[in-house]
């Protein structure tokens, strides 16, 4: 990802802090989760959504398991990278149990931070603490135009 997209995507990216967390909301200011985020900022620099993701329940990767966030992560950004490699404006997939299906979405930020739709919030910065760390599932980088 070259100097430019990395800084769009986090210029995007903070630029929707403080919007309302929204189930299958993706319109800044107005309310997104997670995945709306991302989509969100998707659209911003490339002008179109990378896909519509359909109707989703909240529990969905607990429901049936299925990798559907990061499959869709790979078909759009490509292979995952190592987090240790992970740099600002990359993004950011958590699992919340080494069993589950990937869940959780956010754009890396500098020192150690990312921004996520936090759910029953708003789009937040947070600590990247070990908490966190330990369950990223995947780490992306957006592709350039």
């Known amino acids: ?45 490339y002008g179109r959504d990378p896909e519509l993701p ?6 969905w990767a607990e429901r049936n398991g299925e990798e559907r966030l990061m499959n869709a992560a790979i078909r759009h950004f490509g292979p995952s990278i190592p987090i240790s490699e992970g740099t600002p404006g990359d993004l950011v997939l958590f699992r919340w149990r080494p069993d ?4 959780h979405a956010g754009i890396l930020c500098a020192g150690r931070h990312f921004i996520h739709a936090y759910e029953q919030a708003t789009v937040v910065r947070s600590a990247l603490v070990p908490s966190w760390r330990r369950r990223i599932a995947g780490t992306f980088r957006f592709p350039d135009r």
Do not use: F, N
């Open 1 to 45: 990802m070259s100097e430019h997209i990395r800084a769009q995507v986090l210029s995007i990216a903070e630029s929707w802090i403080g919007t309302p967390y929204r189930h299958q909301g993706s319109t800044k200011g107005v309310g997104c989760d997670c995945l709306g985020l991302v989509r969100g900022i998707w659209r911003e620099l």
């Open 54 to 59: 359909g109707p989703y329940a909240r529990d």
């Open 100 to 103: 589950c299906a990937a869940k």
